[in-house]
Protein backbone atom coordinates (compact mmCIF):
# COMPACT_ATOMS: atom_id res chain seq x y z
CA UNK A 1 0.00 0.00 0.00
CA UNK A 2 1.47 3.54 -1.28
CA UNK A 3 0.85 6.27 1.60
CA UNK A 4 0.92 9.84 1.34
CA UNK A 5 1.72 11.81 4.57
CA UNK A 6 0.81 15.49 4.62
CA UNK A 7 2.63 17.61 6.79
CA UNK A 8 6.27 17.08 7.94
CA UNK A 9 5.84 18.04 11.76
CA UNK A 10 6.31 15.57 14.61
CA UNK A 11 3.26 14.15 13.62
CA UNK A 12 3.72 13.69 9.95
CA UNK A 13 7.42 12.40 10.43
CA UNK A 14 6.45 10.27 13.18
CA UNK A 15 3.71 8.40 11.04
CA UNK A 16 6.11 7.69 8.19
CA UNK A 17 8.74 6.07 10.06
CA UNK A 18 5.72 3.62 11.80
CA UNK A 19 4.51 3.32 8.23
CA UNK A 20 7.80 2.76 6.73
CA UNK A 21 8.54 0.09 9.45
CA UNK A 22 5.49 -1.71 8.61
CA UNK A 23 6.65 -1.82 5.03
CA UNK A 24 4.20 0.47 3.16
CA UNK A 25 5.56 3.01 0.53
CA UNK A 26 5.82 6.65 2.11
CA UNK A 27 5.60 9.83 0.43
CA UNK A 28 5.93 12.88 3.03
CA UNK A 29 4.46 16.42 1.49
CA UNK A 30 4.41 19.70 2.93
CA UNK A 31 3.11 22.95 1.62
CA UNK A 32 6.00 24.94 3.23
CA UNK A 33 9.50 24.42 3.82
CA UNK A 34 10.22 21.25 5.87
CA UNK A 35 12.25 22.38 9.06
CA UNK A 36 16.25 21.39 8.41
CA UNK A 37 15.82 18.64 11.52
CA UNK A 38 12.95 17.37 9.93
CA UNK A 39 14.64 16.98 6.79
CA UNK A 40 17.53 15.20 8.27
CA UNK A 41 15.23 12.79 9.74
CA UNK A 42 13.58 11.91 6.18
CA UNK A 43 16.94 11.82 4.97
CA UNK A 44 17.92 9.34 7.37
CA UNK A 45 14.92 6.90 6.98
CA UNK A 46 14.99 7.29 3.34
CA UNK A 47 11.85 8.51 2.80
CA UNK A 48 10.83 10.79 0.18
CA UNK A 49 9.46 13.99 0.45
CA UNK A 50 8.75 17.14 -1.23
CA UNK A 51 8.52 20.47 0.17
CA UNK A 52 6.93 24.07 -0.82
CA UNK A 53 3.53 22.76 -2.24
CA UNK A 54 1.78 19.39 -3.12
CA UNK A 55 1.94 18.02 -6.07
CA UNK A 56 -1.64 16.44 -6.78
CA UNK A 57 -1.09 13.99 -9.37
CA UNK A 58 1.49 11.82 -6.46
CA UNK A 59 -1.37 12.21 -3.97
CA UNK A 60 -3.61 10.53 -6.34
CA UNK A 61 -1.42 7.23 -6.39
CA UNK A 62 -2.02 7.13 -2.75
CA UNK A 63 -4.45 4.28 -1.35
CA UNK A 64 -4.65 6.25 2.48
CA UNK A 65 -3.49 9.80 3.30
CA UNK A 66 -2.30 10.42 7.02
CA UNK A 67 -3.20 14.05 8.10
CA UNK A 68 -1.28 16.47 10.27
CA UNK A 69 -3.44 17.69 12.73
CA UNK A 70 -2.51 21.17 11.45
CA UNK A 71 -4.03 21.08 8.00
CA UNK A 72 -7.15 22.12 7.97
CA UNK A 73 -10.32 20.21 6.41
CA UNK A 74 -10.68 22.44 3.77
CA UNK A 75 -7.16 22.51 2.44
CA UNK A 76 -6.98 22.05 -0.82
CA UNK A 77 -4.74 19.01 -0.68
CA UNK A 78 -7.62 17.36 1.77
CA UNK A 79 -10.50 18.75 -0.54
CA UNK A 80 -8.39 17.13 -3.92
CA UNK A 81 -7.71 13.85 -2.03
CA UNK A 82 -11.48 13.79 -0.68
CA UNK A 83 -12.83 13.98 -4.41
CA UNK A 84 -10.68 11.36 -5.48
CA UNK A 85 -12.03 8.42 -2.76
CA UNK A 86 -8.82 7.93 -1.02
CA UNK A 87 -9.38 7.94 2.55
CA UNK A 88 -7.81 10.07 5.06
CA UNK A 89 -6.94 9.77 8.67
CA UNK A 90 -4.77 11.07 11.35
CA UNK A 91 -1.66 9.98 12.98
CA UNK A 92 -3.40 9.28 16.28
CA UNK A 93 -5.54 6.47 14.28
CA UNK A 94 -3.00 5.14 12.45
CA UNK A 95 -0.72 4.75 15.16
CA UNK A 96 -4.06 2.64 17.68
CA UNK A 97 -4.30 0.38 14.18
CA UNK A 98 -0.61 -1.27 15.44
CA UNK A 99 -0.95 -1.92 19.20
CA UNK A 100 -3.34 -3.71 21.72
CA UNK A 101 -1.79 -2.10 24.56
CA UNK A 102 -4.41 -0.48 26.40
CA UNK A 103 -4.86 3.49 25.69
CA UNK A 104 -5.94 6.24 27.94
CA UNK A 105 -7.10 9.09 26.29
CA UNK A 106 -7.28 12.27 27.27
CA UNK A 107 -9.08 15.43 25.37
CA UNK A 108 -10.95 18.95 26.37
CA UNK A 109 -10.21 22.83 26.25
CA UNK A 110 -7.73 23.12 29.40
CA UNK A 111 -6.06 20.65 31.57
CA UNK A 112 -5.10 18.15 28.84
CA UNK A 113 -1.41 18.28 29.35
CA UNK A 114 -1.72 18.74 33.07
CA UNK A 115 -4.20 15.63 33.41
CA UNK A 116 -1.67 13.11 31.17
CA UNK A 117 1.12 14.22 32.66
CA UNK A 118 -0.16 13.15 36.16
CA UNK A 119 -1.90 10.16 35.03
CA UNK A 120 1.69 9.25 33.40
CA UNK A 121 3.63 10.15 36.82
CA UNK A 122 1.28 7.51 38.68
CA UNK A 123 1.13 5.01 36.33
CA UNK A 124 5.23 5.14 36.21
CA UNK A 125 5.69 5.29 40.27
CA UNK A 126 3.28 2.27 40.25
CA UNK A 127 6.17 0.13 38.10
CA UNK A 128 3.50 0.26 34.74
CA UNK A 129 5.17 0.68 31.29
CA UNK A 130 3.34 3.75 30.20
CA UNK A 131 4.65 6.37 27.35
CA UNK A 132 3.02 9.91 27.39
CA UNK A 133 2.58 10.49 23.68
CA UNK A 134 0.33 12.84 21.56
CA UNK A 135 -0.23 16.81 21.77
CA UNK A 136 1.98 16.48 24.58
CA UNK A 137 5.87 15.54 22.97
CA UNK A 138 6.43 12.27 20.80
CA UNK A 139 4.26 11.63 18.71
CA UNK A 140 1.83 8.37 19.14
CA UNK A 141 3.50 6.83 15.88
CA UNK A 142 7.00 7.72 16.66
CA UNK A 143 7.06 6.04 19.90
CA UNK A 144 4.97 2.66 18.57
CA UNK A 145 7.51 2.63 15.85
CA UNK A 146 10.35 3.05 18.36
CA UNK A 147 8.67 0.47 20.84
CA UNK A 148 5.82 -1.06 22.00
CA UNK A 149 4.79 0.41 24.83
CA UNK A 150 2.73 -1.74 27.51
CA UNK A 151 0.84 1.38 27.94
CA UNK A 152 -0.34 4.46 25.97
CA UNK A 153 -1.05 7.94 27.84
CA UNK A 154 -2.44 10.48 24.90
CA UNK A 155 -3.04 14.12 24.80
CA UNK A 156 -5.73 14.39 22.24
CA UNK A 157 -6.46 17.66 20.38
CA UNK A 158 -9.82 18.65 18.63
CA UNK A 159 -7.58 18.85 15.51
CA UNK A 160 -5.99 15.49 16.28
CA UNK A 161 -9.86 13.99 16.86
CA UNK A 162 -11.33 15.27 13.65
CA UNK A 163 -9.23 12.44 11.78
CA UNK A 164 -10.37 9.82 13.70
CA UNK A 165 -12.44 6.90 13.05
CA UNK A 166 -11.90 3.51 14.74
CA UNK A 167 -9.60 5.07 17.60
CA UNK A 168 -10.55 3.46 20.73
CA UNK A 169 -9.07 3.88 24.70
CA UNK A 170 -9.81 1.82 26.79
CA UNK A 171 -10.41 4.87 29.08
CA UNK A 172 -11.05 8.38 27.26
CA UNK A 173 -11.20 11.67 29.77
CA UNK A 174 -12.88 14.49 28.73
CA UNK A 175 -11.81 17.66 30.98
CA UNK A 176 -13.90 19.95 29.99
CA UNK A 177 -15.19 22.15 27.16
CA UNK A 178 -15.25 25.72 26.59
CA UNK A 179 -15.40 27.85 23.28
CA UNK A 180 -11.59 27.79 21.57
CA UNK A 181 -10.71 27.71 18.22
CA UNK A 182 -14.15 28.74 17.07
CA UNK A 183 -12.33 29.74 13.72
CA UNK A 184 -11.90 26.16 12.59
CA UNK A 185 -15.04 24.83 13.51
CA UNK A 186 -17.17 27.87 12.02
CA UNK A 187 -17.72 30.06 14.84
CA UNK A 188 -19.60 26.80 16.52
CA UNK A 189 -18.89 25.58 20.21
CA UNK A 190 -21.04 22.68 19.27
CA UNK A 191 -19.62 21.66 16.32
CA UNK A 192 -16.06 22.03 18.79
CA UNK A 193 -17.94 20.04 20.81
CA UNK A 194 -18.47 17.39 18.73
CA UNK A 195 -15.05 17.12 17.56
CA UNK A 196 -14.08 16.11 21.17
CA UNK A 197 -16.64 13.65 21.60
CA UNK A 198 -15.42 11.97 18.84
CA UNK A 199 -12.93 10.50 21.81
CA UNK A 200 -15.53 8.08 22.47
CA UNK A 201 -17.38 7.36 19.32
CA UNK A 202 -15.52 3.66 18.94
CA UNK A 203 -15.64 2.92 22.42
CA UNK A 204 -17.94 -0.16 24.16
CA UNK A 205 -19.20 -1.21 27.12
CA UNK A 206 -15.82 -2.89 27.87
CA UNK A 207 -14.37 1.19 28.17
CA UNK A 208 -14.52 3.82 29.90
CA UNK A 209 -15.38 7.63 29.69
CA UNK A 210 -14.60 9.56 32.64
CA UNK A 211 -15.53 13.23 32.48
CA UNK A 212 -16.60 16.75 34.60
CA UNK A 213 -20.15 16.78 36.22
CA UNK A 214 -19.46 20.33 36.60
CA UNK A 215 -19.17 21.38 32.99
CA UNK A 216 -21.88 22.62 31.10
CA UNK A 217 -20.77 21.64 27.78
CA UNK A 218 -19.69 18.28 28.56
CA UNK A 219 -23.27 17.58 29.86
CA UNK A 220 -24.81 18.96 26.83
CA UNK A 221 -22.24 16.76 24.44
CA UNK A 222 -23.58 13.76 27.12
CA UNK A 223 -26.87 14.37 26.05
CA UNK A 224 -26.62 14.63 22.60
CA UNK A 225 -24.11 11.77 21.74
CA UNK A 226 -24.52 8.07 22.10
CA UNK A 227 -22.10 7.29 24.72
CA UNK A 228 -21.72 3.34 25.53
CA UNK A 229 -18.56 3.36 27.86
CA UNK A 230 -18.88 2.82 31.38
CA UNK A 231 -19.54 6.53 32.66
CA UNK A 232 -17.33 8.30 35.71
CA UNK A 233 -17.56 11.77 36.74
CA UNK A 234 -15.88 14.11 38.93
CA UNK A 235 -17.52 17.13 40.40
CA UNK A 236 -16.29 20.11 42.91
CA UNK A 237 -20.11 20.59 43.78
CA UNK A 238 -21.85 17.24 43.89
CA UNK A 239 -21.46 14.11 45.87
CA UNK A 240 -21.45 10.99 43.70
CA UNK A 241 -21.82 7.39 44.21
CA UNK A 242 -18.36 6.53 41.93
CA UNK A 243 -16.04 8.72 40.59
CA UNK A 244 -14.50 11.36 42.71
CA UNK A 245 -16.03 15.01 44.57
CA UNK A 246 -14.55 17.74 46.78
CA UNK A 247 -16.18 17.60 50.17
CA UNK A 248 -15.16 20.24 52.40
CA UNK A 249 -10.98 19.90 52.30
CA UNK A 250 -11.07 16.97 51.18
CA UNK A 251 -11.40 14.38 47.74
CA UNK A 252 -12.73 11.18 47.88
CA UNK A 253 -12.19 8.79 45.17
CA UNK A 254 -14.68 6.37 45.05
CA UNK A 255 -14.75 2.99 42.56
CA UNK A 256 -15.70 -0.36 42.77
CA UNK A 257 -17.05 0.07 46.20
CA UNK A 258 -13.55 0.97 47.67
CA UNK A 259 -13.37 4.65 48.58
CA UNK A 260 -10.43 6.79 49.98
CA UNK A 261 -9.39 10.26 50.63
CA UNK A 262 -6.88 12.76 50.07
CA UNK A 263 -6.80 16.30 51.48
CA UNK A 264 -6.80 19.17 49.39
CA UNK A 265 -3.50 21.06 50.94
CA UNK A 266 -1.50 17.69 50.22
CA UNK A 267 -2.23 18.28 46.22
CA UNK A 268 1.18 19.27 44.43
CA UNK A 269 -0.49 21.55 41.96
CA UNK A 270 -2.49 24.42 43.11
CA UNK A 271 -5.73 26.36 41.49
CA UNK A 272 -9.41 25.29 40.80
CA UNK A 273 -8.77 23.98 37.86
CA UNK A 274 -5.86 21.35 39.53
CA UNK A 275 -8.30 20.26 41.37
CA UNK A 276 -10.02 18.72 38.96
CA UNK A 277 -7.12 17.43 37.06
CA UNK A 278 -6.11 15.54 40.19
CA UNK A 279 -9.59 14.14 40.33
CA UNK A 280 -9.49 12.94 36.98
CA UNK A 281 -6.10 11.24 37.44
CA UNK A 282 -7.12 9.75 40.47
CA UNK A 283 -10.42 7.90 38.89
CA UNK A 284 -7.50 6.81 35.76
CA UNK A 285 -5.48 5.37 38.32
CA UNK A 286 -8.15 3.57 40.38
CA UNK A 287 -9.18 1.64 36.81
CA UNK A 288 -5.89 0.53 36.43
CA UNK A 289 -6.16 -0.59 40.41
CA UNK A 290 -3.27 1.38 41.34
CA UNK A 291 -3.22 1.46 45.12
CA UNK A 292 -4.52 4.29 46.81
CA UNK A 293 -1.86 4.99 49.18
CA UNK A 294 0.31 5.32 46.25
CA UNK A 295 -2.12 7.86 44.21
CA UNK A 296 -2.09 9.98 47.33
CA UNK A 297 1.90 10.14 47.35
CA UNK A 298 2.12 10.85 43.24
CA UNK A 299 -0.75 13.33 43.31
CA UNK A 300 1.24 15.17 46.24
CA UNK A 301 4.94 15.27 44.82
CA UNK A 302 4.16 15.92 40.84
CA UNK A 303 6.53 18.63 39.59
CA UNK A 304 4.07 21.45 37.58
CA UNK A 305 4.57 21.44 34.01
CA UNK A 306 6.92 23.81 32.45
CA UNK A 307 4.75 26.52 30.51
CA UNK A 308 1.54 25.84 32.93
CA UNK A 309 1.44 28.10 36.14
CA UNK A 310 5.42 27.83 36.12
CA UNK A 311 6.66 29.74 39.09
CA UNK A 312 9.97 31.34 37.20
CA UNK A 313 11.21 34.04 40.43
CA UNK A 314 10.55 36.38 43.32
CA UNK A 315 12.16 39.45 42.19
CA UNK A 316 12.57 42.55 44.95
CA UNK A 317 8.89 40.78 46.50
CA UNK A 318 7.50 40.59 42.83
CA UNK A 319 6.35 36.95 42.22
CA UNK A 320 6.62 35.64 38.18
CA UNK A 321 4.40 33.17 36.66
CA UNK A 322 4.96 31.19 33.21
CA UNK A 323 1.49 29.97 32.07
CA UNK A 324 2.41 30.52 28.49
CA UNK A 325 0.18 27.69 27.64
CA UNK A 326 -2.91 29.48 28.35
CA UNK A 327 -3.92 29.85 24.64
CA UNK A 328 -7.72 30.13 25.67
CA UNK A 329 -9.94 32.57 27.45
CA UNK A 330 -10.83 29.52 30.10
CA UNK A 331 -7.10 28.66 30.36
CA UNK A 332 -6.87 32.26 31.28
CA UNK A 333 -9.52 32.53 33.94
CA UNK A 334 -8.22 29.53 35.20
CA UNK A 335 -5.15 31.24 36.07
CA UNK A 336 -5.92 34.36 37.38
CA UNK A 337 -8.59 32.76 39.84
CA UNK A 338 -5.82 30.82 41.08
CA UNK A 339 -3.35 33.22 42.12
CA UNK A 340 -4.28 35.62 45.08
CA UNK A 341 -1.63 38.04 44.84
CA UNK A 342 -2.26 41.64 43.16
CA UNK A 343 -1.92 40.80 39.39
CA UNK A 344 0.40 42.19 36.66
CA UNK A 345 -1.16 40.24 33.64
CA UNK A 346 0.81 40.19 30.44
CA UNK A 347 -1.60 38.83 27.85
CA UNK A 348 -2.74 38.78 24.23
CA UNK A 349 -1.33 37.16 20.87
CA UNK A 350 -3.61 35.51 18.22
CA UNK A 351 -7.31 36.15 19.43
CA UNK A 352 -9.36 32.85 18.20
CA UNK A 353 -12.90 34.38 18.18
CA UNK A 354 -12.25 34.81 22.15
CA UNK A 355 -15.15 35.96 24.20
CA UNK A 356 -13.33 38.47 26.75
CA UNK A 357 -16.42 39.43 28.79
CA UNK A 358 -16.19 35.94 31.12
CA UNK A 359 -12.73 37.35 32.68
CA UNK A 360 -14.04 40.79 33.34
CA UNK A 361 -15.18 40.13 36.47
CA UNK A 362 -12.54 38.00 38.15
CA UNK A 363 -9.83 40.92 35.91
CA UNK A 364 -11.86 43.70 38.12
CA UNK A 365 -11.19 42.00 41.28
CA UNK A 366 -7.80 40.81 40.63
CA UNK A 367 -5.53 42.48 38.39
CA UNK A 368 -4.24 46.29 39.09
CA UNK A 369 -2.24 46.21 35.26
CA UNK A 370 -2.63 44.37 31.76
CA UNK A 371 0.28 44.42 29.58
CA UNK A 372 -0.47 43.84 25.80
CA UNK A 373 1.43 41.89 23.92
CA UNK A 374 0.39 40.85 20.50
CA UNK A 375 0.87 42.93 16.92
CA UNK A 376 -2.95 43.78 17.61
CA UNK A 377 -4.07 44.68 20.86
CA UNK A 378 -7.68 46.23 20.31
CA UNK A 379 -9.86 44.10 21.17
CA UNK A 380 -8.06 43.60 24.63
CA UNK A 381 -8.44 46.87 25.31
CA UNK A 382 -12.52 47.25 24.52
CA UNK A 383 -12.38 44.43 26.96
CA UNK A 384 -10.90 45.76 29.72
CA UNK A 385 -10.55 48.88 29.40
CA UNK A 386 -13.45 49.52 31.90
CA UNK A 387 -11.90 46.72 34.37
CA UNK A 388 -8.36 48.28 34.42
CA UNK A 389 -7.05 51.47 35.26
CA UNK A 390 -3.19 50.70 33.79
CA UNK A 391 -3.28 49.37 30.10
CA UNK A 392 0.18 48.96 28.28
CA UNK A 393 1.00 48.27 24.80
CA UNK A 394 4.35 46.47 23.45
CA UNK A 395 4.75 44.34 20.49
CA UNK A 396 8.16 42.11 22.09
CA UNK A 397 8.60 40.10 25.48
CA UNK A 398 11.47 42.11 26.59
CA UNK A 399 9.39 45.52 26.65
CA UNK A 400 6.31 43.50 27.96
CA UNK A 401 8.55 42.00 30.66
CA UNK A 402 10.06 45.39 31.62
CA UNK A 403 6.86 47.00 31.81
CA UNK A 404 5.17 44.62 33.97
CA UNK A 405 7.71 44.81 36.37
CA UNK A 406 7.93 48.65 36.44
CA UNK A 407 4.02 48.59 37.33
CA UNK A 408 4.44 45.90 40.04
CA UNK A 409 5.35 46.60 43.80
CA UNK A 410 6.47 44.04 46.66
CA UNK A 411 3.46 41.32 46.88
CA UNK A 412 2.49 41.69 43.44
CA UNK A 413 2.20 38.71 40.85
CA UNK A 414 3.34 39.30 37.33
CA UNK A 415 1.00 36.50 35.09
CA UNK A 416 2.07 35.41 32.18
CA UNK A 417 -1.52 34.01 30.51
CA UNK A 418 -2.27 35.38 27.43
CA UNK A 419 -5.36 33.70 26.58
CA UNK A 420 -4.33 33.96 22.83
CA UNK A 421 -1.99 32.08 20.25
CA UNK A 422 1.19 32.69 19.82
CA UNK A 423 1.93 32.89 16.66
CA UNK A 424 1.41 36.67 15.69
CA UNK A 425 5.09 37.00 17.42
CA UNK A 426 6.32 33.70 18.37
CA UNK A 427 6.65 30.08 16.94
CA UNK A 428 5.20 28.46 19.65
CA UNK A 429 3.79 29.17 23.33
CA UNK A 430 6.67 27.10 24.47
CA UNK A 431 8.98 30.33 22.81
CA UNK A 432 7.02 32.11 24.16
CA UNK A 433 6.87 31.32 27.98
CA UNK A 434 11.10 30.40 26.95
CA UNK A 435 11.15 34.17 26.08
CA UNK A 436 9.21 35.06 29.46
CA UNK A 437 11.44 33.43 32.12
CA UNK A 438 14.70 34.71 29.93
CA UNK A 439 13.72 38.39 30.38
CA UNK A 440 12.23 37.91 34.03
CA UNK A 441 16.07 36.03 34.84
CA UNK A 442 17.43 39.29 33.38
CA UNK A 443 15.95 41.62 35.02
Known amino acids: MKIVVLGAGESGVGAARLAQQLGFEVLVSDSGAIRPERRHELQQMGVPFEEGGHHLPLLEQAQLIIKSPGIPPKAPPVQYARQCGIPIIGEIEFAARYTRSPIIAVTGTNGKSTTVSLIWHILRRAGLDAALVGNIGKSFAAQRAERDAACYVVEVSSFQLEDCYAFKPYVAVITNITSNHLDRYEYSVQRYADTKFRITQAQDEQDFLVYCADDEQTQEGIRRHTIRAQQLTFSQHQHLSQGAWRQDEHIFFSLTKQTFTMPLQQLALRGKHNVYNSM ?35 IKGVEFINDSKATSVNAAWYALESISKPIIWIAGGVDKGNDYSVLQDLVRKKVKALVCLGADNRKLHEAFSTCVDLIVNTNNMRDAVKAAFHLSAPGDCVLLSPACASFDLFENYEERGRQFKENVREL
Open 280 to 314: AAGIVARLFDIKSELIREALSDFKSLEHRLEWVAD
